[in-house]
């Protein structure tokens, strides 16, 4: 499990964007994985609360990551839908992703949003999504047939 951890770990840290915004990695289990962001001010919106688009972030990595444990490091994101329950104001979101169903090339999973604020958990979101394999020989570098 400790190599398992530790590849992910290494994943997290080789994406830039989740390094700027200090996304850490909390839990890995067989088939399960709790990201972590604390909340900062400039994280948020003109009202006070998370940005939409940093809570959607942390669920579509934490969906993406827990669809690795099924399928292998190389996969990417197919789709997935998010439901905002409520704002997060300030304290610690927790994004929990877990594997539903996996096949040979895609993985559907789910994930919940929570913010953790002195020591209570509320529920902020919930996403469910398709995480794809990529085939060997798709990536940045390689260029598809329609370039």
């Known amino acids: 499990m400790t190599d398992l951890v530790d590849r ?7 994406q830039p964007f989740s390094v700027l915004l200090g996304t850490e990695l909390m839990h890995v289990g067989a088939d399960e994985l709790t990201l972590r962001l604390p909340v900062r001010d400039d994280l948020k919106q003109q009202h006070g609360y998370v940005h939409g688009g940093v809570i959607s972030y942390l669920a579509d ?5 827990a669809g690795a444990l099924a399928l292998g490091p ?3 994101t197919g789709e ?4 905002y329950l409520r704002p997060a104001l300030k304290g610690t979101l927790m994004a ?4 539903v169903h996996a096949g040979r090339h895609q993985a559907t999973c789910q994930c919940s949003v929570y913010v953790l604020e002195n020591g209570d958990e509320k529920l902020v979101a919930l996403a469910q999504g398709t995480v794809n394999r990529l085939q060997e020989g798709n990536g940045p570098e390689e260029k598809s047939p329609a370039n």
């Not at 992910?8 to 080789?14: D, F, K, Q």
């Not at 997935?80 to 439901?83: E, F, L, R």
Request: proline share 0%; charged share 20%; hydrophobic share 50%.
């Open 61 to 65: 990595n934490a969906l993406t990551f």
């Open 8 to 14: 992910a770990r290494g994943a997290l840290h080789a």
């Open 96 to 99: 929990r992703a877990r594997v």
């Open 80 to 83: 997935y839908k998010i439901n």
């Open 74 to 76: 190389r996969v990417v």
